[in-house]
């Protein structure tokens, strides 16, 4: 099994410089790229049921000690983020392959390779046990998505890509700094070994520490005040792009947070977080309301979602860190689908501002239906999964007394629901407009519906298996506070 | 060592934060040498090559943060070529390296001031700063 949790990255890579060659040749190129991710997500699962099973895998690579190689660690916690994040590839670049002959399609000869690039690099994020070699996945995530964001050059892409590479680039050189500073202070960059040498440090480090990691991953993740580079530049990119960032990018810092934080003990900076959280969700869904454009609205939506992530970790409880884990792994296939529905409404009407299209509902009620139901999930209205996420939080927060931050979440919920009605409203109900352009081939809208409705039916999946799902979450949150199983998985 | 990794930062910062994106460029380049400087001080005093089986009683090097340098000043050279190529690309479609400002943000604040100019005595009136009644205005 250890060779799987090395193929999960080294695979994807390999079949990208691979695709990357026969890129002009279409078939070919689809099934292959296809094919990889079938195959890393079907490792994926081997892997989880695996590691449910057995107990947490770890790889030392090229067979060096932890304290002086790289280990590449599978506990429940990375294997099942592992899992979501391979599957929700998997059906994008399916989506991908639909829209390709589409006028709002991204070059499939740049997105099939870069997508694998990206997910080697998601792999080595979820999967990796030291500091450095987190930050060069996350330059390896960073760089595919600074070129799928820009690769079709137009104007209003270059501008916000600016920000975005800028932006992001300031962070990775902030976390370079932090390696340094971590370094200089333990002698180490493992994180198992950080795990035990952190919370012996002087209190005064471990907060700098804390504080300097929630400035480098926070701005990944886009948490207050963090996060106005998101609904600048997701909205610009082809749909596609837009839906795998959504889903995973900013997920993928919330993961390294909740990692980093549980198991270095910062749990002094729990009350910051909550406050963070907090504005987050509420600024995040205020900012939604002000727009009038899906993809614009979606994107604020996916700073205001993060904010219910960061309150879960705030809490340092059993059940919030639960929660804040099961809210995760509800929210990278919804958040992935609802901008996946975003992009056939462009893909139908050529645009996506709410003013000039209308009747969505009665013209294309496939359409509706795919929106509807990630929507009502979103927004956390039961039987939806995010009903189960948003209950578990809110329950944790009971459970910790913190009545002003569930107030806070759940004025939050229903500002979201508004503004998935003003969707709704916008998009859906009133004239049916004419499409500004022609229509699309029928075989890529097949293609493109199949896709986001299998992304539906993975959501509405996670609803279906919330119990067995919550049950691990409260391992997974037992063992990352615990933080003895990871530490005696890594080092013997 | 300390000052050094100091100035530059500071230097860098200063570059990144300015509009011109040749300047941004070189503000990266600068902060890339600050990190690397850091990470080669926090990996403590210089020594002999860390060599095996070189000379094994000398006091040497730590190999670790210079492997770690390694890599980083390999991924901060890629990345600047790539920013660089992304100035490139700006000049040629809008004829300046300026970084611009967000149109739809743009767009929005204007209809807020707009909004003000028009109902001015009306947010007055209610003492807010004219943001609450702008999020009614979209919303209906």
Same mark, same amino acid.
């Given at each position: ?6 193929? *999960?990255? #080294? ?7 691979? =695709? ?30 695996? *590691?449910? $099973? ?16 790289? =280990? ?11 899992? =979501? ?15 390709? $002959? ?41 760089? &595919? ?10 104007? +209003? ?22 390696? &340094? ?7 180490? *960059? ?6 035990? $040498?952190v919370p012996e440090l002087p209190a005064a480090t471990q907060i700098g520490v804390g504080l300097w990691f929630l400035v480098v991953f926070g701005t990944k993740a886009a948490i207050f005040p963090l996060f106005s580079w998101l609904p600048d530049s997701y909205p610009t990119a082809p749909t596609t792009i837009t839906a795998v960032f959504a889903g995973l990018l900013t997920k993928i810092g ?22 963070? +959280? ?9 900012? &939604? ?39 995760? #792994?509800?929210?990278?296939? *919804?958040?992935? =689908?609802?901008?996946? +529905? ?9 645009? !996506? ?35 189960v996420a948003k209950l578990a939080l809110v329950d944790a927060g009971i459970a910790s007394g913190a009545w002003v931050i569930v107030t806070v979440s759940l004025v939050g919920s229903i500002l979201t629901l508004l503004s998935m009605t003003k969707i709704w409203l916008g998009a859906f109900w009133g004239e049916v407009t004419a499409p500004a352009v022609p229509a699309s081939s029928r075989r !890529? #809208? ?16 996670? &609803? ?8 691990? !979450?409260? $391992? ?17 | ?94 004829? /300046? ?18 909004? /003000? ?16 009644? /702008? ?6």
């Amino acid at each position: 099994m250890t060779a799987v949790i090395a193929l *999960v990255v #080294v695979l994807p890579l390999l079949a990208a410089a691979v =695709v990357l060659g026969v890129r002009r040749f279409g078939l070919l190129r689809d099934v292959l790229t296809l094919s990889t991710m079938a195959a890393v997500t079907g490792m994926s699962a081997a892997l989880l049921v695996e *590691v449910d $099973r057995n107990g947490t895998i770890v790889l030392e690579v090229g067979g060096w000690a932890p304290e002086l190689g790289i =280990v590449l660690v599978a506990d429940l916690f990375a294997a099942l983020i592992l899992l =979501v994040a391979t599957a929700t590839i998997l059906v994008v670049e399916l989506f991908a392959i639909g829209q390709r $002959r589409t006028p709002a399609g991204a070059d499939p000869s740049v997105v099939g390779p870069i997508l694998l690039v990206l997910a080697g690099g998601v792999s080595l994020a979820v999967l990796t046990g030291d500091l450095f070699t987190l930050f060069v996945a996350f330059e390896l995530i960073l760089v &595919a998505s600074y070129v799928l964001l820009t690769h079709q050059g137009r104007e +209003a892409q270059i501008r916000s890509g600016m920000t975005y590479v800028v932006i992001n680039l300031f962070a990775s050189t902030l976390f370079l700094f932090g390696v &340094a500073i971590v370094y200089a202070a333990t002698g180490t *960059v493992n994180m198992a070994l950080l795990a035990e $040498r952190v919370p012996e440090l002087p209190a005064a480090t471990q907060i700098g520490v804390g504080l300097w990691f929630l400035v480098v991953f926070g701005t990944k993740a886009a948490i207050f005040p963090l996060f106005s580079w998101l609904p600048d530049s997701y909205p610009t990119a082809p749909t596609t792009i837009t839906a795998v960032f959504a889903g995973l990018l900013t997920k993928i810092g919330v993961y390294v947070l909740i990692r980093f934080f549980t198991l270095m003990e910062l749990d002094e900076l729990g009350p910051l977080l909550l406050v963070i +959280a907090g504005l987050t969700m509420i600024i995040g869904v205020a900012g &939604a309301l002000a727009q009038d454009d899906v993809k614009r609205i979606l994107s604020f939506h996916v700073v205001s979602q993060i904010g219910y992530m960061i309150m879960g970790l705030g809490f340092f409880t059993v059940a919030g860190v639960a929660g804040a884990v099961l809210f995760l #792994v509800h929210q990278i296939p *919804v958040k992935t =689908v609802m901008f996946l +529905a975003g992009g056939l409404i462009e893909d139908d009407q050529g645009t !996506s501002t709410l003013k000039r299209i209308g009747g969505l509902a009665s013209s294309r009620p496939v359409i509706a239906v795919l929106f509807a139901l990630p929507a009502l999930s979103l927004a956390g209205l039961p039987p939806f999964s995010g009903f189960v996420a948003k209950l578990a939080l809110v329950d944790a927060g009971i459970a910790s007394g913190a009545w002003v931050i569930v107030t806070v979440s759940l004025v939050g919920s229903i500002l979201t629901l508004l503004s998935m009605t003003k969707i709704w409203l916008g998009a859906f109900w009133g004239e049916v407009t004419a499409p500004a352009v022609p229509a699309s081939s029928r075989r !890529s #809208v097949t293609i493109m519906q199949s896709s986001a409705a299998i992304a539906v039916a993975g959501t509405i999946a996670i &609803a279906i298996v919330a119990g067995p799902l919550w049950d691990m !979450s409260e $391992r997974i949150a037992t063992d990352l506070l615990d933080r003895t199983p990871y530490i005696t998985a890594v080092l013997g | 060592m300390i000052v050094a990794v100091a100035g530059l930062a500071a230097s860098g910062t200063f570059l990144v934060t300015s509009r011109s994106l040749s300047r941004i460029v070189l503000g990266f380049a600068l902060l890339g040498h600050a990190a690397v400087l850091a990470l080669l001080a926090s990996g403590g005093r210089a020594g002999a090559p860390p060599i095996v089986d070189a000379d094994a009683g000398a006091e040497t090097a730590n190999p670790l943060p210079q492997a770690l340098s390694l890599t980083a000043i390999v991924i901060s050279f890629g990345l600047t070529l790539f920013v660089l190529a992304l100035a490139r690309r700006q000049q040629i479609l809008t004829g /300046d390296d300026l970084v611009e400002d967000d149109v739809e943000d743009r767009r929005i604040a204007a209809g807020e001031e707009r909004l /003000d100019a028009a109902g001015a005595a009306e947010v007055l009136a209610r003492g807010a700063d004219g943001r609450d009644t /702008d999020d009614e205005e979209v919303r209906s």
